[in-house]
């Protein structure tokens, strides 16, 4: 049981900071566009 909250909240880190890095490099990109 204590396992799998385990992998459950290592897979949401993992999942949430790949799409928060893509999200800052969409907008950097979007700001050298602008420039």
């Given at each position: 049981?204590?396992?799998?909250?385990l992998?459950?909240?290592i897979i949401l880190?993992?999942?949430g900071g790949m799409g928060?890095?893509?999200l800052?490099?969409?907008s950097a990109q979007q700001?050298?566009?602008a420039v």
């Open positions: 049981m204590v396992k799998n909250v992998v459950t909240i880190a993992l999942v928060y890095c893509w800052g490099w969409n700001d050298l566009d």
